[in-house]
């Protein structure tokens, strides 16, 4: 897969931790610290956390502010541009848990211990080796337009995994570490719709489990810029390259800040 950041020798890890939480970053220093701060040291200790901030090359004060709050930085020395699959590969390589979260650092959780009990709990099952949830905007920043498109998305998920597809978005997805190991992790040739692909390979080996009670939010920013039609066909030219070619159309996804 092209894949040179993650393979399947981290089983040698020392896992000390049950769940790493595994946040992709570049210029992330306006939104960051929101989700690093919702994983205070009481919610670490009982849930055996450790947070693990992967930066892509940041010029602004983003690794400065991760640094106060995560448990592991890793910053990107080579200089080289890296795409959200290298970033999250380069975090899980350095993870110690058995349970990996993947979360966007715009990402936010709401009832966040409610929500990891309910991921412990799941995962007790070892035939579920994945784990995902629905997405929506910020509150805050919710239109009735951001209602109903991502309602309709989440209801296109859900079913997909419900029929056994295997579907999620990269602003959450929960996997079991020996599962992520045994399919090499995300594919580094995919800069875009790398998460939909690698719970396609996930669900191979097991069930995907979509969390309908809980949710994630995340910031409007890209559908703000471009709008949903222009992102909707974005995705679906980039899904569709992914499905026939093993690779996304574009080669960089383009941060907005």
């Known amino acids: 897969m092209g894949n040179n950041h993650f393979t399947k020798d981290q089983n040698n890890l020392n896992i000390n931790k049950k769940i790493s939480v595994i ?13 690093l701060k919702q994983f205070d040291d009481n919610l670490k200790a009982k849930f055996l956390i450790e947070l693990i901030v992967s930066d892509g090359g940041s ?51 709401p009832n966040i211990e409610n929500f990891l009990s309910e991921i412990s709990r799941e995962m007790i099952n070892k035939e579920i080796v ?18 109903i498109f991502h309602f309709i998305l989440n209801i296109y998920f859900y079913t997909l995994n419900l029929v056994g597809l295997g579907m999620g978005r990269g602003e959450c997805q929960v996997v079991r570490r020996e599962s992520f190991i045994k399919i090499g992790g995300y594919n580094e040739n995919i800069a875009a719709g790398e998460d939909f692909e690698m719970f396609k390979r996930l669900r191979r080996l097991g069930k995907i489990k979509f969390l309908w009670k809980h949710r994630v939010y995340e910031s409007p920013r890209r ?19 992914v499905l026939i070619f093993k690779k996304s159309l574009q080669n960089e996804w383009k941060p907005i800040r």
């Open 59 to 109: 010029t602004d004060e983003t690794v400065q502010i991760a640094k106060k709050y995560a448990d592991t930085v890793i910053e990107n020395s080579s200089k080289l541009k890296q795409n959200i699959s290298i970033g999250r590969n380069i975090g899980a390589a350095n993870a110690k848990g058995d349970i990996l979260i993947f979360l966007n650092a715009d990402t936010m959780v």
């Open 223 to 241: 559908y703000r810029k471009y709008g949903y039609i222009r992102v909707i066909i974005t995705w679906l030219l980039n899904a569709i390259s």
């Open 130 to 147: 994945g784990i995902t949830c629905p997405v929506y905007v910020y509150p805050h920043e919710e239109t009735i337009k951001d209602k």
């Open 23 to 35: 946040i992709p970053a570049y210029q992330e220093e306006k939104l960051i610290i929101n989700i």
